[in-house]
């Protein structure tokens, strides 16, 4: 047969009384030895548990690697790498390649709703400071003088009359004063943007 242990309340952390809840003095003291972990400021961090989980000990963005005889901590690629989800391609930053680009390369993502709103989200992190919201080149970097160079509209004749695979190269590779930006927008995203360009362009 089996038997119930039973249970003394005074052993237990708390009771529990009507709606309310006595603590254990144990409990208590706990409660009061924690309290000044937790008054952390610049003068008084208190404790850290698992540093390794707070402080990176990789090297911080732009500071020295003393590993390295050019104490730089920004290294090169390896030669012959490639990295995940970048799709190489055979150009230069020129205008020739970029006419030869508009030959050669054809959007591969489909026309689909999904995929343009997926091309207007990267277009608004990335292209509307400097195009606008409109892509008319009236982006908040020019009209708020921050930057002295007028952004190309991207809804004139010219651009409109571009093929898709001439936009792609000037993403990816930048054009007169733009810089670029195939290391930043992943392959697939750059193609989306240009369908949500096209987009634009037929807005009145």
Known sequence: MHIKPHINPMKMPFLRMGKRCILHPLVWLLFAELM????RDNNHPGYTYFPDMTYSRAYESYSE?????DHSGFREPVEGTVPRGYA??????????????????FNPVASTDANRLRGKVVFERICLQCHGLKG?????????????????SLINEKVKALPDGALFHTITYGFGVMGAHGGIVPTEDRWKI???????????
């Not at 000044?36 to 008054?39: F, I, K, L, S, V």
């Not at 190489?88 to 390369?105: F, M």
């Open 36 to 39: 000044p972990a937790c008054d």
């Open 88 to 105: 190489p391609l055979p150009y230069t930053k020129d205008l020739e390649d970029r006419d030869r680009a508009g030959r050669e390369q």
């Open 65 to 69: 690697n003393p590993n390295f005889t």
């Open 136 to 152: 008319d080149g009236q982006g908040y970097l020019y009209t708020s003088t921050l930057y002295p160079f007028p952004p190309a």
């Open 194 to 204: 240009i369908l949500y360009l096209r987009h634009l362009q037929t807005q009145p």
